[in-house]
């Protein structure tokens, strides 16, 4: 059974720091991209940022420079480091991993974590 835990949500003034992380088990996530993607109240999902294992990783234009994606092979883990946030960073973070097998792509999500910028 494929699970992807995320852990670090929670509420934070403007300007403050989060780190979120999500642990996967019952995949080898190496062999995934492992990434962030973020859903406001009414808005469409959207993606936040991706780390291949391979080391190469992709932005959303509105978190460029100040989040940060990494991930633990080892660890099966992937972290968001937040800083700099902004109230329109508030939205439900899910963590997800993901891959091309056999022309197939196969998706796995997390259940999500809030996180909720307000002064």
């Known amino acids: 059974q494929v699970q992807l835990v995320e852990s670090g949500g929670g509420l934070v003034q403007p300007g403050g720091s989060l780190r979120l992380s999500c642990a996967a088990s019952g995949i080898i996530a190496s062999t995934y991209r492992l990434g962030w993607y973020r859903q406001a109240p009414g808005k469409q999902r959207e993606l936040v940022a991706t780390?291949?294992?391979?080391?190469?990783?992709n932005y959303a234009d509105s978190v460029k420079g100040r989040f940060t994606v990494s991930r633990d092979n080892a660890k099966n883990t992937v972290y968001l480091q937040m800083n700099s946030l902004k109230p329109e960073d508030t939205a439900a973070y899910y963590c997800?991993?993901?891959?091309?097998?056999?022309?197939?792509?196969?998706?796995?999500w997390g259940q999500g974590t809030q996180v909720t910028v307000s002064s």
């Open positions: 997800s991993a993901d891959k091309v097998q056999y022309g197939q792509k196969i998706v796995f």
């Open positions: 780390a291949t294992s391979g080391g190469s990783t």
